[in-house]
């Protein structure tokens, strides 16, 4: 049975242990997407912390409709890439491997310095309203339906992307396929209404996120973590499940890690919940179709409830979000029985400050606050 602290065998890394700090938005990057002092110093915290892989928050991919945030880092131009060296080689030097989580906003944009235009699959508004918390206002806007040229340049968009990635050092990328982002639309009944190739039924609607995965895996070869993340409930509506139950979801993880993934990333409220009406965790489920790495997220708060993902065989690694903003050294603390901060939403600025302003360095054998 493996353990918390087991290393892991992902493509060609040796991650140290199952700990992965879950990919979360900063929105603290330079005006034009470079990632600053301030970020390194952020995911530098987690790696000296004791995790063994670091997602980073949803990076933009192209200068056309990808960017989601203002503030958002990109990986879309040669600055954006040499922006990510100092980050990348901080968290190398403490013992982390670092993934880029690539993501395309689609209709959840609400900050895009490059366009005003909004894209998706279809013309189909979100619910509710943009994040104030990264700096919207009011309810989202409707956007236009892709055509068949956007939606190559989205791909070519990940593609380029995924190669800054490899030359800033990167161990990885992570397709955002989650949370209602481009990729989880297009696979989205309610958001993919399209009724030419990249529409349909459930399967028909894996077409973008296949061709996003073969091409990236084309352009980055065969030895770079390439993953993808997958979820039910996106930003704008937590409550939508998939269509066609356990099945389907089966269906779905076996047919996307075949197009040529190293892991799935899968998430939810709460990690270990039954994914439809009782039954399996969707990781579980996931855990049990392939045979690559499964990530599982979602309210894994203390190291007890790791190991049981673990003992219960729903994954091979845990990613940690909200309890590593209330604590970034998560690992070393669990490991070594120190109490863990319990998180508060007092903690939830949306800055990479946390580090500092928690007090974080050197307070392993504190209980480290707020106000340190
Ligand atoms: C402040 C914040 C920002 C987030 N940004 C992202 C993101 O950029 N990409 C992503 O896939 N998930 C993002 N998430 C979701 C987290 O990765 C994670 O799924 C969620 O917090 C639930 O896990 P937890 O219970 O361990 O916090 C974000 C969550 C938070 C709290």
Same mark, same amino acid.
């Given at each position: ?23 979360? +938005? ?22 000296? *912390?004791?995790?063994?892989?670091? @997602? ?6 192209? +200068? ?7 503030? $958002? ?15 990348? +080689? ?17 209709? $959840?944009?609400?900050?895009? !310095? ?15 309203? $943009?994040?104030?918390?990264? /700096? ?5 806007? +409707? ?8 939606? $190559? ?23 955002? *396929? ?79 890690? *075949? ?28 855990? #049990? ?9 979602? /309210? ?6 790791? #190991? ?11 990613? !940690? ?10 690992? @070393? ?23 500092? #302003? ?6 392993? /054998? ?7």
């Amino acid at each position: 049975m493996p353990r918390l602290f087991d290393p892991l065998k992902l493509n060609a890394l040796t991650l140290p242990n199952r700990a992965v700090l879950a990919p979360m +938005t900063r929105v603290s990057a330079e005006p034009e997407g470079m990632a600053n002092e301030m970020m390194r110093d952020y995911y530098q915290a987690f790696a000296e *912390g004791g995790f063994g892989m670091l @997602i980073t928050e949803g990076i933009y991919t192209d +200068t056309a409709y990808s960017q989601g945030y203002f503030n $958002q880092p990109g990986l879309a131009t040669e600055a954006h890439r040499d922006s990510w060296v100092p980050v990348v +080689t901080a968290v190398h030097q403490a013992g982390a491997a670092i993934v880029a989580q690539l993501m395309h906003g689609g209709a $959840q944009t609400q900050g895009n !310095i490059h366009h005003a235009r909004h894209v998706a699959p279809s013309a189909v508004q979100p619910d509710g309203r $943009q994040l104030s918390f990264y /700096g919207g206002e009011g309810p989202y806007a +409707t956007p236009a339906e892709m055509t068949e040229t956007e939606i $190559q340049e989205a791909i070519e968009g990940f593609v380029q992307a995924a190669r800054h990635a490899r030359a800033a050092g990167f161990d990885g990328v992570e397709l955002h *396929g989650a949370n209602g982002y481009l990729l989880h639309e297009f696979m989205s009944a309610e958001f993919n209404q399209r009724t030419d190739r990249w529409g349909g039924d459930y399967k028909a609607r894996l077409a973008l996120p296949l061709e996003v995965i073969r091409a990236v895996r084309d352009a980055v070869g065969a030895d770079f973590v390439v993953g993808m993340r997958l979820s039910q409930g996106m930003v704008t509506n937590s409550r939508l499940k998939w269509d066609g139950g356990v099945e389907a979801a089966r269906d779905r993880f076996v047919t996307l890690a *075949g197009a040529g993934l190293d892991y799935l990333h899968v998430t939810e409220y709460d990690a270990s919940a039954p994914a439809f009406d009782g039954g399996p965790s969707l990781a579980a489920i996931a855990k #049990e179709c392939v045979s690559i790495p499964v990530v599982a997220n979602g /309210g894994i708060a203390t190291g007890a409830q790791a #190991e049981a993902l673990l003992e219960r065989s729903e994954a091979e690694l845990l990613a !940690i979000g909200k309890a590593a903003l209330a604590n970034h050294d998560w690992p @070393i603390r669990v490991r070594e029985g120190i109490g863990l901060t319990e998180f508060d939403y007092d903690m939830f600025s949306p800055m990479a400050t946390l580090s500092n #302003e928690l007090g974080w360095r050197g307070t392993h /054998g504190r209980s480290a606050t707020r106000n340190g």
